[in-house]
């Protein structure tokens, strides 16, 4: 069953769509490594938060993502406009649209 994951991070005050960009910046290199869905939302009830869903083949792929070079420099650029208010929540996909999945 693939593996969910969605997470919350908050920005330092004008800082949000610059994270965003780095972010987004590299989902060429997600898709190579397993990823299935990765969608980066801005909350419309402040200009801080950011929501993050991902849908990986399987938790050991989303894993071993965050160990590559290029993922690691991404959070390494991001870290410093980050405040370090951080939610995550894993899941098992059930199904949904969008996806090709069976």
Same mark, same amino acid.
């Not at 994270?19 to 590299?26: D, H, N, S």
């Not at 290199?29 to 397993?34: D, I, K, S, V």
């Given at each position: 069953m693939p593996y969910g994951y969605i997470a919350s991070m908050k920005t330092k005050p004008g800082h949000r769509d610059e994270? +965003?960009?780095?972010?987004? &910046?590299?989902a060429d290199?997600? =898709?190579? +490594?397993?990823c299935h869905l990765?969608?980066?939302g801005l909350a419309e009830t402040d200009d801080v938060t950011i929501w993050v869903t %991902?849908?990986? %083949? $399987?938790?050991? =792929?989303h894993d071993a993502s965050l160990r590559l070079p290029a993922t690691r420099a991404a959070i390494a650029r991001a870290m410093?406009?980050?405040?370090?208010?951080?939610t995550g929540? %894993?899941?098992?996909?059930? &199904?949904?649209?969008?996806?090709?999945? $069976?």
């Open positions: 994270v +965003a960009a780095i972010l987004t &910046g590299g290199g997600l =898709r190579a +490594a397993g990765y969608l980066v %991902e849908v990986w %083949e $399987s938790k050991e =792929r410093p406009m980050l405040t370090g208010e951080f929540q %894993e899941t098992a996909i059930a &199904g949904g649209l969008g996806l090709g999945l $069976s």
